[in-house]
């Protein structure tokens, strides 16, 4: 059920580059702009800008993309004063959600994330009521038709992985997320492609859902959050059907 989600969330990303990709790409320049200024925009002394160039890979971002977003962080283009912000939701049937964003405008941002949560019949929490739910974790997403089960837990155990869980789809590596870069590229030296590799905000705990109408609620609400133009990651502790 949870590895379900898990790849679930890695193919409607890579439907979303297909049917918005525009929206997409827009996302990804936002996120190399924010990264770039805050630690720089030598991937080499910024870790976190090489974090979103790698998901920029997975996309398929264009070099020229790249480099606009890389010259508006850094005085060669138009001036964005971007937020981030992180909405913490109480989602139908007791689920948490995590929407991490980053906006020009806080009000406008708030006022839409607080009508899209409401109409699916959810509640913004109190600061920290979510977020305590949730710890950082290196992720790396690999397809089961990419690597040989054993070879691959080796390979990532060896290269410092904390955890590696296998299903019928593929297999999913969790590091520190100081170790994150250093694993996957230990993978990939092996000529072994990542579909995901990110820091992400998983679930210390998941809940079951098995109401149907309920799992549905929360499927559309993930979705309308994901879709939404400030919202950058959308992580929840649902186990959906």
Not at 25 to 41: C, D
Not at 115 to 137: E, M, N, P, Y
């Amino acid at each position: 059920m949870a590895g379900h989600s898990k790849w679930a969330k890695v193919k409607r990303f890579k439907g979303a580059i297909d049917a918005k990709r525009g929206k997409v790409f827009a996302k990804l320049s936002r996120e190399i702009t924010v990264a770039a200024k805050l630690g720089g925009g030598d991937p080499g002394l910024n870790p976190r800008l090489r974090m979103v160039l790698l998901k920029c890979r997975a996309a398929s971002l264009p070099k020229d993309n790249i480099e606009r977003a890389l010259q508006k962080a850094t005085g060669g283009g138009a001036d964005s004063n971007f937020e981030e912000l992180v909405y913490e939701i109480y989602a139908p049937g007791g689920v948490a959600i995590l929407a991490e964003i980053t906006t020009d405008n806080r009000n406008r941002a708030a006022a839409e994330v607080r009508s899209l949560v409401t109409k699916a019949g959810g509640s913004i929490a109190a600061q920290g009521a979510v977020s305590r739910l949730f710890q950082k974790r290196g992720q790396i997403m690999v397809a089961r038709e990419a690597a040989a089960e054993d070879a691959l837990m080796e390979i990532a155990l060896e290269a410092g992985a904390e955890d590696f869980k296998a299903d019928e789809q593929g297999y999913e590596i969790l590091t520190t997320p100081a170790a994150l870069e250093s694993v996957q590229r230990a993978i990939e030296a092996k000529g072994i492609r990542c579909e995901a590799v990110q820091v992400a905000a998983l679930p210390q705990l998941t809940v079951p859902v098995e109401d149907e109408a309920t799992a549905r609620a929360i499927t559309h609400l993930i979705e309308a959050l994901e879709d939404h133009d400030d919202v950058q990651q959308v992580y929840s502790n649902a186990e959906l059907p």
